[in-house]
């Protein structure tokens, strides 16, 4: 999702690079953000229609018990493994539809980011830095291990809002 | 941009303007002002829709209770102005040198926390806004022999979690910013916190694991 645009800095007005920026906004809402909503919207609709969300909010609500969220939050992690936007996506599908209400999705939020699409990320990230391979498990482990965490963290930021 | 950094980065004083103006466009510090202040905060500046007035409440043209793609849709074009106007003025703090300016305050703090060399500062700059480039610059400062193997590790620790947070975090996080019950930088300064966190988890990891199981063998090598 993320573009590959140039680091060194031009001398360019504001305004040339407010729009710049923009167009890129639009590119990625259209082709990245809308794409990613839609399926996310489509899948939390599978999950409801077919009763998998009530069997998935059983299943899980033990385990997300333990961060003080419904078992239903369970599919915003799953999903973050493949897609931060779908990810997002199905978080505010889930909102919208009562299940999670305002504060568990903020606590959810940078979850969503630092477990970062690992699936994506062996090819983007480390197989373009050519890391270790004895060191993958280790590093995606901790994309897991960060994203967990932060879930209590935002808590406890959320006790001082 | 290879090697002219070694740790001094040169950042133009309008980039710490550009880094200030951003720290409290979304920090929503003025969020609930009355006054002008209001004009520095991003739900602010974003606005709102108009209302359609229905027989009982008003609604945003994506009405209430919808569900499936369609809904997904409208509600997806709801968040696209967000994604633009952030987008748009992320480029502008970034075009006036504001993301250096945010590397150059935080690299001697970043530093000693993380224990690399300051050489890896550039990657970590374009790792807030793009995996793939950041990951690059890396692997050519090992190429280079500015960092070891397991540095390298240690540094993609750091940038594979929360990767391009920026640039990801201001194109689908605008979905929730507007319920959101913090400010717009919170999650942003948790994402780096754990980050750092994360690349930390690595080396104890390298410390107590990796050298109890292979001590006595070739390690810390460059290759």
Known sequence: ?161 | MKKENEGELKVPWIGYVAFFFAVLVFSGIFSSYDGWLRVFDFNVLNGSFGKIEGVEKVFTFRGAGGTGARDGFLFALELIPAVILALGLVNVVDGLGGLKAAQKIMSPILRPLLGIPGVAALANIANMQSTDAAAGMVKELVDLGEITDEERSVIIAYQTSASAFITNYFSSGPAVFSFMLVPIIVPILVMLLFKVIGANLLRLYFKFVLRNRLSGGAKNGNE
Request: charged share 10%; net charge neutral; hydrophobic share 55%.
């Open chain 1, 1 to 161: 999702m993320a573009t590959n645009d140039d680091v060194i800095v031009e001398k360019k007005n504001i305004l040339d690079l407010f729009i710049e920026g923009a167009q890129r906004g639009f590119t990625i809402g259209t082709t990245s953000l809308l794409p990613n909503v839609v399926m996310a919207f489509v899948i939390i609709r599978v999950l409801d229609v077919t009763g998998l969300l009530k069997l998935i909010g059983i299943v899980f609500a033990p385990i997300m018990a333990l961060w003080g969220l419904p078992g239903e939050a369970a599919t915003v992690i799953i999903t973050s493994l493949m897609s931060m936007g779908g990810a997002i996506g199905v978080a505010v599908g889930l909102y919208t539809g009562a299940n999670l209400d305002a504060t568990q999705v903020t606590m959810l939020v940078p979850a969503i980011y630092l477990m970062g699409n690992p699936v994506q990320n062996i090819g983007r990230c480390l197989g373009i830095a050519n890391v270790n391979t004895k060191h993958y498990a280790a590093i995606l482990g901790i994309c897991v291990i960060n994203a967990l965490l932060s879930i209590w963290f935002m808590r406890f930021i959320l006790m001082f809002f």
